[in-house]
Antibody, heavy 125, light 108 residues
Framework: QVQLVESGGGLVKPGGSLRLSCAAS????????MSWIRQAPGKGLEWVSK????????KYADSVKGRFTISRDNAKNSLFLQINSLRAEDTAVYYC??????????????????WGQGTTVTVSS | EIVLTQSPGTLSLSPGERETLSCRAS???????LAWYQQKPGQAPRLLIA???SRPTGIPDRFSGSGSGTDFTLTISRLEPEDSAVYYC?????????FGQGTRLEIK
């Protein structure tokens, strides 16, 4: 069964740090690009970061650049997000997701086809 | 930076009806990178449409997508109560990924 399971969320004070994890199973993790997406309470989806399958490149949303670091361990089928200098506006459910890339009749299609259930990060004093 | 604007913001419809949701990009984007998601309360999003019009395996054919350039649509035919959710469009770029603000759909 293809599955992503996040962990590591919690209550942290402003300025603090957390390391989120995402455990993958049921597919060849090292074949896929992965992303982190977050959703503040009652708000929409916000992409946070993306990492290539072999960690050769990473991308970040401007709102987290310099504070968040995405990484992965393909040997352990795991994705990580190190979040530092936390602010109240970082309070959200954090999801990991797998990149979907299909080719039909020579045309490529992209999206995120597998999502975890999310882990909640609350930044409050 | 690309901005995706979805409309309408909220709508309430009856079972059996058909509705088309809109997603407008602030600049032309490749259809390959335009996706649609459904999110129900307390759940993670679910991919409905990739490449503007392609349904992944398991997605009912009641859901269809179309569009190109700056204007994209998601059509849901024969609405069912279980379709009550927030629908998001997404631009899946190589350097940045952008979500629209969402359309809340209530079926009752």
């Amino acid at each position: 069964q293809v599955q992503l399971v996040e962990s590591g969320g919690g209550l942290v004070k402003p300025g603090g740090s957390l390391r989120l994890s995402c455990a993958a199973s049921g597919f060849t993790f090292s074949d896929y690009y992965m992303s982190w997406i977050r959703q503040a309470p009652g708000k929409g989806l916000e992409w946070v970061s993306k990492i290539s399958s072999l960690s050769t490149y990473t991308k970040y949303a401007d709102s987290v650049k310099g504070r968040f670091t995405i990484s992965r361990d393909n040997a352990k089928n795991s994705l990580f997000l190190q979040i530092n200098s936390l602010r109240a506006e970082d309070t959200a459910v954090y999801y990991c997701a797998r990149e979907y890339n299909a080719v039909v009749d020579g045309a490529s299609f992209y999206g995120m086809d597998v999502w975890g259930q999310g882990t909640t990060v609350t930044v409050s004093s | 930076e690309i901005v995706l604007t979805q409309s309408p913001g909220t709508l309430s419809l009856s079972p059996g009806e058909r509705e088309t949701l809109s997603c407008r990009a602030s600049q032309s984007v490749s259809s390959s990178y335009l996706a649609w998601y459904q999110q129900k309360p307390g759940q993670a999003p679910r991919l409905l449409i990739a490449g503007a019009s392609s349904r992944p395996t398991g997605i009912p054919d009641r859901f269809s997508g179309s569009g190109s350039g700056t204007d994209f649509t998601l059509t849901i035919s024969r609405l069912e109560p279980e379709d009550s959710a927030v629908y998001y469009c997404q631009y899946y770029g190589s350097s940045v990924i952008i979500f629209g603000q969402g359309t809340r759909l209530e079926i009752k």
